[in-house]
């Protein structure tokens, strides 16, 4: 059965409002483990959704423990239904990183900061 504009339309509505909940999970989980500023970036962050879109964090994480530990602890504790790539760096990498990664001034320059602890 061939798929239809309209099937693929319905796909990528159900893709977006599984990812609309999961972003919203995700920032419930990141701020409970003391999540200063997420930035979402990647497909999602510019509307481009197609079934296998996932999401894409940059997070920024208090100096009590390095960006290393961080990554293992937010990848054992966070549990979400979709696929995430989630970035975590203390705000002192942050910082650097915006000097030396190209990547991470591309994430920042495209995405959007989806959370920020006032």
């Not at 999602?44 to 290393?68: A, C, E, N």
């Not at 790539?85 to 705000?91: N, V």
């Not at 910082?95 to 190209?102: A, N, P, V, W």
């Amino acid at each position: 059965m061939p798929i239809t504009f309209e099937k693929l339309q319905a796909q990528r509505e159900l893709r977006k409002k599984k990812l609309d909940h999961a972003l919203k999970e995700a920032i419930r989980q990141l701020k409970d483990l003391g999540a200063l500023k997420v930035i979402l970036f990647g497909s999602y962050s510019s509307g481009v959704i197609r079934r296998w879109s996932d999401l894409d964090l940059l997070v920024v994480m208090p100096s009590t423990k390095s960006g290393k530990e961080w990554f293992k602890d937010i990848y054992d504790k966070i549990d979400i239904e979709v696929a995430v790539d989630i970035l975590p760096f203390t705000e002192e990498e942050f910082r650097m990183k915006i000097e030396t990664s190209s990547f991470i001034r591309h994430a920042i320059r495209t995405g959007r900061v989806v959370y920020e602890e006032r």
